[in-house]
């Protein structure tokens, strides 16, 4: 199967020597930390599973309510509630031993020391295959402003982990922004291995019933079939100027989206919002591609 | 553990303007707790959620789940007809557990969770509502009703009920779900009166399975996930 640029499409894509079984993998914070998701499929049969966004320290997350539904989509304010890296490596990533598949830790930060210590410490952790930046985090030094939006701070931040880690690095790219396509190549020329498209749009909800925001924390990030042709869009830009791997995501709802992003320029696809309609969604859509693979040009 | 399955509607009965009972047919025996739910989906990708019912009641494989009308998700499952096909993931969350001699107590629609926790366990229990409602005998149980107004059984609220009917000679504790107004005034009043409480939450959720986050509650000062370290809380 060839994509619009003419490029074979690689069944078993890899990222810096790692091999992906299937193009197929979940989206960070939709997927808990894999070990949720084994109630309802093998995970050796997926490409990968992306963690929930992990920080240095724990975190609580924000109030609730932390999720608001309108037609076609979510908006979320989770807030990466999460253990802290070292929370996960000492009580769930031995629980993904032998899970026979790539994990993916997605990391998040303040400042550019928080995310090299969080490299640090992951580079002895066996368990963890690769490393996926994201980069929408507010960066506190430059008062709140997320790090995804200027190319010199994306070219730091990545050329400094890329400094301290030999795992692949993977940076998820924000959609909020004016051209993704300056901070992808700034991300693959700070050594990026790949490049994630794309996060979630930022967003809000008014609840005309109770008279307040639908979240407690007012703005929240966009997912679901809604951001589709918006993510479609942005793998198409990255992948006209980039030569690192592209991982679309967005909208991917069913086997055909998958094979949308797929054409139009992406190497692999990430599954978010669509395994909470069924958490089986990413096995389900990966047995499909491989069993159509070969029907398509 | 939550399971994917694969359900048919056995019937749905319409109780009222905005309330009907749906009786699904999961073709197998599901182990299920009291207080536990399901998320169901009867749709294909709009509304992109599923949509958390507590059981109802349960048994011979058929789940009932007693549901009030509010936006399109309710409103689609209100127009299911026999044999169509529904999806529920579940069961999910801890249920109820060890409430031997409690009294019960549902108001609202907290009366979902408590109806069938009550069968298993043969608790007396108390249905409170705003208003007299046109259907109730719509469950096997019998409550001892109790209304804001005074147009069906006692008069009075939830609270008023469990005054005058918790008595701590017979009764071990209480457990209950309804509005999280009444909850709230019910934990600070059994905490006074030493009364043993647990009590079902609601809170908004995407994955119902521990997958997303979105479900968090502080709760005695700890962070837990609604869909599976609750609903059930135990003060
Ligand atoms: C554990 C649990 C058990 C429940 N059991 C029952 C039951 O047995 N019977 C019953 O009638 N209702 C029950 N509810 C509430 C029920 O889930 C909501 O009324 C329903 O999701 C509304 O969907 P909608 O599309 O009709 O409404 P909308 O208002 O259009 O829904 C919009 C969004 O908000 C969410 N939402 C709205 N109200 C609630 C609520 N009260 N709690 C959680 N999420 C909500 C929906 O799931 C949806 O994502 C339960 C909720 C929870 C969390
Ligand atoms: C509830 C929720 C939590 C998320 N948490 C994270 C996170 O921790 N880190 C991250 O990089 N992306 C996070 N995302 C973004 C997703 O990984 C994905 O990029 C986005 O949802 C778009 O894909 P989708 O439309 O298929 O869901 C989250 C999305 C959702 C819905
Ligand atoms: S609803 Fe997703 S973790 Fe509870």
């Not at chain 1, 790219?173 to 790949?194: E, R, V």
């Not at chain 2, 599901?30 to 109802?56: C, H, T, Y």
Request: charged share 20%; net charge neutral.
């Amino acid at each position: 199967m060839k994509n619009v640029f003419g490029k074979e499409i690689c069944f078993s894509p890899e990222i810096k020597g790692i091999k992906f079984k299937n193009p197929i993998l979940t989206a960070s914070g939709t997927c808990g930390f894999g070990v949720e998701l084994k109630d309802f499929f093998e995970l050796s049969s997926i490409g990968g599973i992306v963690l929930k966004g992990t920080t240095l320290l724990p975190k609580d997350g924000n109030e609730c309510p932390r999720i608001a539904e309108f037609n076609g989509g979510i908006v979320n304010s989770i807030g990466l509630q999460n253990p802290g890296i070292n929370g996960f490596i000492n009580d769930i990533s031995p629980k993904l031993y032998n899970c026979n598949t790539n994990i993916i830790t997605n990391i998040s930060g303040n400042t550019i020391d928080e995310y090299q210590q969080m490299c640090e410490i992951i580079e002895n952790e066996k368990v963890i295959d690769c490393i996926e930046i994201n980069i929408s985090c507010p960066n506190v030094k430059m008062g709140g402003i997320s790090f995804g939006t200027d190319s010199n701070t994306v070219f730091e931040l990545v050329s400094n982990c890329r400094a301290i880690t030999s795992k692949p690095l993977i940076v998820k790219l924000t959609p909020n922004i004016t051209d993704i396509t300056k901070i992808a190549l700034s991300a693959q020329k700070a050594g990026a291995d790949a490049v994630t498209c794309i996060n979630t749009f930022k967003g809000l909800l008014f609840d005309i019933e109770k008279n307040d925001f639908s979240l407690k924390n007012i703005v929240g990030g966009v997912s679901g079939p809604a951001i589709k042709p918006m993510a479609l869009f942005a793998v198409y830009e990255c992948a006209k100027v980039l030569d690192i791997p592209i991982i679309g995501v967005g909208g991917i709802m069913n086997f055909n989206d998958a094979l949308e992003f797929l054409k139009v320029g992406a190497s692999a696809v990430q599954i978010g919002t669509a395994t909470f309609k069924d958490p089986a969604n990413p096995a389900i859509i990966a047995r499909l591609i491989e069993r159509e693979w070969g029907k398509y040009d | 553990m939550a399971e994917r399955i694969f359900g048919k509607i056995k019937e749905n009965v319409r109780l009222d303007i905005d309330h009907f009972i749906l009786k699904v047919d999961v073709f197998r025996h599901i182990e299920i707790k009291p207080g536990q739910f399901f998320m169901i989906r009867a749709w294909e990708d709009i509304p992109v959620l599923n949509r958390p019912f507590s059981v109802f009641d349960y048994k011979d494989n058929i789940i009932q789940f007693f549901i009030k009308i509010k936006g399109k998700g309710t409103e689609l499952l209100s127009k299911l007809k026999i044999d169509e096909e529904i999806f529920l993931l579940g069961p999910s969350g801890n249920g109820f557990q060890n409430c031997e001699n409690y009294l019960a107590v549902g108001a609202g629609m907290g009366i979902a969770p408590i109806n069938y926790t009550s069968t298993i366990f043969n608790l007396e229990t108390i249905y409170a509502v705003n208003t007299h409602v046109s259907y109730m005998n719509f469950s096997d149980s019998e409550f001892n009703v109790w209304t804001l107004d005074g147009t069906s059984g006692e008069k009075g609220n939830a609270i008023d009920a469990i005054k005058k009917f918790y008595n701590n000679k017979i009764h071990k504790g209480i457990i209950a779900c309804g509005p999280e107004k009444f909850l709230e005034y019910l934990i600070k009043f059994c905490k006074e009166k030493n009364i043993p409480l647990q009590v079902s939450f609601e809170e908004k959720m995407a994955c119902g399975t521990g997958l997303c986050m979105s479900c968090a509650k502080k709760v005695k000062d700890d962070i837990i996930k609604i869909c599976q370290d609750g609903p059930v809380v135990r003060y």
